[in-house]
């Protein structure tokens, strides 16, 4: 649950943890065992996490107990503090939360309420006369505090109710059916719409319910993501794949592998929903055919029927490493990096976005270990990588389990190969020119300071990150225009930043 936590968090703020121990009564050493895994715990996640030092030690077939009388009085000091945290209208968040909300959650038949009926209503029962503006602010608060659920101009006052009644039926395949009803775990509004009522008469719910309401909301929490032809995808329910050789068969016509992989090491996972996300946005930006499974997605891109290529992302069980590898037929070396490069970009725009607090590394397959289709595959971290680079084109060498020796160069492993993914010779002057460059490129040509903030340096994705750029500046101003205001940016910095492009420059 730490691990989980930790991958969702940005850095904006430390969230409080308090720890509990089941089956005190078993144990006559029980408190020093659990001071122990509390020291443990706090020195693993001190920096993201405010572990408490209170932790409590219980017998949980004594509900009145001393220890759980005291936890309980802990949590409703701790939930008190966090409601009134907001220096700025403690006042009025706290008889919201503990007095006008609770009386909603009974009153309520509808489960959502319009944002501006809930402001009149805030404002007629505790604040007559208040700012509407500030009554928002209040509602934005307790919605960060989760008391209340909002999603644009609608909120939940009762989120025990949208977890029992909407989020935990949909999400489960055996109550809503969805294995029978969406196997590739897709469905259009009419079917969730059908599902979702179905749950709710077979458990005799007399609710009104809004379904467009409950989809954005789903939407928005991260369960499911809306895609072009207004089908909702729900990558939870996509069926695991039992046999992947099945899908990623040897064939004699794939001669060109190239392997990346993105790691983390214990305690640290990506985030539960990381991988989801990956998956529909791979569909939205590369290609929307791509056969998906729990975990797993293959991704196609073909430019002409002799260039071809595909790429096979799957994450382990252990939410710990996400393998790329992609191939294709020979002379393929170019797109099938381009490929890598693509899908490798899509998952870090998602991690940084659903798995923040996920620190990673990366590594290099094997291309003898991915071409023979092996389950356990060599890995050369980045650091052998730039050993080899100053040593010349000597080989990688690792020894795997069972004592195999696995033998494989730089060539092999493409990355000496320069990624060519657009024809233009401007694009590949500034793409060639240097990552200790890019940044003063990005200066002159005029991107913002969270684009160029976007570019990460540390990562092997920067020029897949910097091309994208590139590419909207195309889009934007056309081919002619764009290739104008880089060749301008290139010759407007100084040597010898510009002397590292002006050989390809001037062969135009």
């Given amino acids: ?199 709710l008469h077979d458990h005799k719910l007399r609710i009104r319910l809004n379904v467009d309401t409950v989809l954005k909301m789903l939407e928005d929490l991260g369960f499911c993501m809306k895609l072009e032809d207004g089908s909702y995808m729900f990558p939870a329910h996509l069926s695991p794949l039992k046999h992947l050789c099945e899908m990623w068969k040897k064939e004699e016509d794939k001669k060109v592998y190239v392997g990346r992989r993105h790691f983390c090491s214990s305690p640290f996972i990506f985030s539960l929903s990381a991988f989801g996300f990956f998956q529909c946005q791979a569909c939205v930006e590369i290609d929307k055919l791509a056969r998906m499974w729990r975990n797993v997605i293959i991704v196609t891109k073909a430019e002409s029927v002799s260039s071809y290529a595909e790429c096979l992302v799957t994450m382990d069980k252990h939410l710990r490493a996400v393998d790329f590898v992609a191939r294709g037929r020979e002379g393929s070396e170019s797109q099938c990096l381009s490929l890598l490069n693509d899908v490798i970009r899509v998952w870090e725009d998602i991690v940084d976005k659903h798995s923040p607090g996920t620190p990673y590394q990366t590594g290099y397959l094997s291309r003898k270990h991915i071409t023979e289709h092996k389950e356990q595959i060599a890995v050369y971290s980045e650091e052998d990588i730039n050993d080899s680079k100053k040593r010349g084109p000597s080989a990688l060498v690792r020894v795997v389990s069972g004592g195999e020796e696995v033998v494989d160069t730089l060539q092999d492993l493409l990355v000496l190969l320069p990624v060519q993914p657009e024809s233009s010779k401007v694009v590949q002057a500034v793409l060639n020119c240097g990552q200790d460059k890019w940044y003063e490129l990005g200066v002159a040509m005029g991107f913002t300071d969270a684009d160029i903030n976007s570019l990460s340096f540390d990562k092997p994705s920067m020029s897949g990150k910097l091309l994208a750029l590139i590419r909207e500046r195309i889009n934007r101003d056309g081919q002619e225009k764009a290739e104008e205001t880089l060749l301008k940016a290139c010759r407007t910095i100084p040597d010898p930043i510009y002397g590292g492009v002006r050989d390809e420059l001037q062969q135009l």
């Fill in 1 to 199: 649950y730490l691990s989980f936590l930790r991958a969702s968090l940005d850095g904006k703020f430390i969230p409080t943890v308090m720890m509990a121990a089941s089956h005190g009564e078993s144990f006559s050493n029980g408190q020093r065992l659990l001071q122990r895994v509390v020291g443990h715990m706090r020195d693993l996640f001190c920096e993201m996490i405010n572990i408490t030092e209170e932790s409590f030690l219980l017998d949980c077939r004594k509900s009145r107990s001393p220890e759980m009388k005291q936890l309980k009085r802990f949590l409703k000091q701790e939930r008190k503090k966090f409601v009134e945290s907001d220096v700025r209208y403690p006042r009025l968040c706290e008889p919201v939360a503990n007095k006008l909300l609770p009386t909603l959650r009974e009153q309520q038949e509808d489960p959502f309420i319009e944002t501006q009926e809930l402001v009149q209503i805030i404002e007629k029962e505790e604040c007559p006369g208040q700012d509407k503006e500030i009554i928002k602010k209040v509602i934005d608060f307790l919605d960060e505090a989760g008391e209340v659920v909002r999603v644009d101009n609608v909120v939940s006052v009762n989120p025990c109710w949208l977890s029992q009644y909407a989020i935990g039926p949909v999400m489960a395949p055996h109550e809503m059916r969805w294995h029978a009803e969406a196997p590739d775990g897709r469905m259009t509004r009419e079917e969730a719409e059908k599902a979702i009522k179905q749950y």
